[in-house]
């Protein structure tokens, strides 16, 4: 089992810059392929961008390319979400996600179905 809480959402306004936090408890971060997805209302979850567990492979939503970075370290079991150059169509509610490293599956990790573990959100706004 492992435990997620997500920290860093804020107001931002378009072009800035945040930062996204997932704290894992539990068990070894290392083993979990980490995710991000994220919720605008009315919309269904979409995936964002995964790491996995060593951080030596990244993927990422064609949308976020270029401006989102995703990060681990593991010695704090942490992964983070940089994002930069923030749009108006990036404001949603973020979601850290997780599956266990003998579970993965390059093809699946943009399926939220893949992964067994969440965090509860955390919002992002971006005024224009």
């Known amino acids: 089992q492992v435990q997620l809480v997500e920290s860093g959402g804020g107001l931002v306004q378009a072009g800035e810059s945040l930062r996204l936090s997932c704290a894992a408890s539990?068990?070894?971060?290392?083993?979990?392929?980490m995710g991000w997805f994220r919720q605008a209302p009315g919309k269904e979850r979409e995936f964002v961008a995964t790491?996995?567990?060593?951080?030596?492979?990244?993927y990422y939503a064609d949308s976020v390319k270029g401006r989102f970075t995703i990060s681990r370290d593991n010695a704090k079991s942490t992964v983070y979400l940089q994002m930069v150059s923030l749009q108006p169509e990036d404001p949603a509610s973020y979601y850290c996600?997780?599956?266990?490293?003998?579970?993965?599956?390059?093809?699946?990790?943009?399926?939220?179905?893949?992964?067994?573990?969440w965090g509860q959100g955390t919002q992002v706004t971006v005024s224009s």
């Open positions: 996600a997780a599956e266990r490293m003998y579970k993965f599956h390059s093809a699946r990790v943009r399926d939220s179905a893949y992964y067994d573990y």
């Open positions: 539990g068990r070894t971060s290392s083993s979990y392929v």
């Open positions: 790491i996995t567990g060593s951080g030596g492979t990244t």
